[in-house]
């Protein structure tokens, strides 16, 4: 157990639609990821906070969004969900930005 | 830009036999890290090893072990003695020294490992 939770662990919804992905980070870890696993597009960085600031951004589509809170805990929105965007969805945390990152259990979206 | 590649889509072995995951890396910086992580079937992504460029000293922990070169810009991840529970899908990946911690990975290599 890496310490990070993630919430839902599956989430199955319709094209057109939105969904919230929840990750609470390690105790103590500032910095918090998201990262996206298919089967044609491998695992991709999508975004990073830094307590409660956006670090860095990847391939991370217009449609999705997201925000690190107060209280350490960050939400992916993903909205307008096309076919394309089933995946296992990953939040990593770690303490600083330049340590290692552990990472949760992820949530597997099917979009029908 | 920074690739990673693992050429070993898939590989099976045979219980209590060595078995050696490639790890190729391109990248422009000269100070970096780079990871191994496992994914068993259950999902989770667990990490490793990490190794700094810096340090070209080789890496062993209980049957795994690390070569990495610089020369050849190779970070090979060797399990000695491979037990069925070893049987994952193996990450290698590569993090720039910069503002910014994103994790870029490698495609993976499926190790099954039958008893």
């Known amino acids: 157990d890496s310490g990070v939770t993630q919430t839902p662990k599956h989430l199955i919804t319709a094209t057109g639609q939105r969904v919230t992905l929840r990750c609470s980070p390690r105790?103590?870890?500032?910095?918090v990821y998201w990262y996206q696993q298919s089967l044609d597009q491998g695992l991709q960085f999508l975004i990073q906070?830094?307590?409660?600031?956006?670090?860095a951004k990847g391939n991370i589509l217009e449609r999705f969004s997201a925000q690190q809170f107060p209280d350490l805990h960050s939400e992916l929105n993903l909205s307008s969900l096309e076919l394309g965007d089933s995946a296992l969805y990953f939040c990593a945390s770690s303490l600083r930005t330049v340590s290692e990152q552990f990472f949760g259990p992820g949530t597997r979206l099917t979009v029908l | 830009a920074q690739k990673v590649t693992q050429a070993q889509t898939e590989i099976s072995v045979v219980e209590k036999e060595d078995v050696t995951l490639d790890c190729v890396y391109e990248t422009r910086d000269t100070t970096y890290y780079l990871f191994w992580y496992k994914q068993p079937p259950s999902g989770e992504l667990v990490f490793l090893i990490r190794?700094?460029?810096?340090?070209?000293q080789n890496e062993i922990s209980g049957r795994y072990s690390w070569n990495f070169q610089k020369s050849t810009s190779s970070f090979n991840f060797t399990i000695t003695a491979s037990q069925v529970v070893d049987s994952a899908v193996y990450f290698c990946a590569l993090r720039r020294n910069n503002a910014g911690n994103m994790l870029t990975f490698g495609g993976g290599t499926r190790l099954m490992v039958k008893p």
């Open positions: 906070y830094y307590n409660g600031e956006e670090r």
């Open positions: 105790s103590g870890d500032l910095s």
């Open positions: 190794r700094n460029s810096f340090d070209e």
